[in-house]
T-cell receptor
Framework: KAGVTQTPRYLIKTRGQQVTLSCSPISGHRSVSWYQQTPGQGLQFLFEYFSETQRNKGNFPGRFSGRQFSNSRSEMNVSTLELGDSALYLC????????????FGPGTRLTVL | AQSVTQLDSQVPVFEEAPVELRCNYS??????LFWYVQYPNQGLQLLLK??????LVKGINGFEAEFNKSQTSFHLRKPSVHISDTAEYFC?????????????FGGGTRVLVKP
């Protein structure tokens, strides 16, 4: 099976812009979660989607949003970018709804100038 | 809510020596426990997981971990490390059952293997 894929791998934006990141889970996996990784805050949970419904949400402002499509692919969007949004954004997919096998993609490195 | 503490932020170790990375967690519900490794500029690779059953879990690349419920710990060990084990290691926990696929991570432990 192909692994979790994330596009793009690298992205440079300026403050105030918006950005959309994409995640394609492993075939058959219906749950997709997103995480932000920064040197200062470490790995933090953003949100989780299962069967096109947001099931869990982390403690991030409303500028961070996401969605999931019927084929389980997921996108996350960050509006009005701030310098502090510079991070590695990781998505994880799992076959079960209860989190037994989360596999991660390679991440999208976002740099906000 | 869950939390994870990795007690060592950095661990230097000589090649072929053993290494132990410590992880403690807190949770009010039953948990699943995971160890991930991250190489520079890469995502997270699952090393091993504890879901239920035997408390000694064996993973890839010769790593193993032991779940200790009374001490709420899940320490990772490898009897003999290689230069290629230089990486950052993350312990993570999620609520077992219908709590959803939300991982809470520790702060990470950087392992530097010296020749």
């Amino acid at each position: 099976k192909a692994g979790v894929t994330q596009t793009p791998r690298y992205l440079i934006k300026t403050r105030g812009q918006q950005v959309t990141l994409s995640c394609s889970p492993i075939s058959g996996h219906r749950s997709v979660s997103w995480y932000q990784q920064t040197p200062g805050q470490g790995l933090q949970f953003l949100f989780e989607y299962f069967s096109e419904t947001q099931r869990n949400k982390g403690n991030f402002p409303g500028r961070f949003s996401g969605r999931q499509f019927s084929n389980s692919r997921s996108e996350m969007n960050v509006s009005t970018l701030e310098l502090g949004d510079s991070a590695l954004y990781l998505c994880a997919s799992t076959e079960y709804p209860t989190g037994q096998d989360p596999f991660f993609g390679p991440g999208t490195r976002l740099t906000v100038l | 809510a869950q939390s994870v503490t990795q007690l060592d932020s950095q661990v230097p170790v000589f090649e072929e020596a053993p290494v132990e990375l410590r992880c403690n967690y807190s949770s009010s519900v039953s948990v699943y426990l995971f160890w991930y490794v991250q190489y520079p500029n890469q995502g997270l690779q699952l090393l091993l997981k504890y879901l239920s059953g035997s408390t000694l879990v064996k993973g890839i690349n010769g790593f193993e971990a032991e779940f200790n419920k009374s001490q709420t710990s899940f320490h990772l060990r490898k009897p003999s490390v290689h230069i290629s084990d230089t990486a950052e290691y993350f312990c993570a926990v999620s609520g077992a059952g219908a709590a959803g696929n939300k991982l809470t991570f520790g702060g990470g432990t950087r392992v530097l293997v010296k020749p």
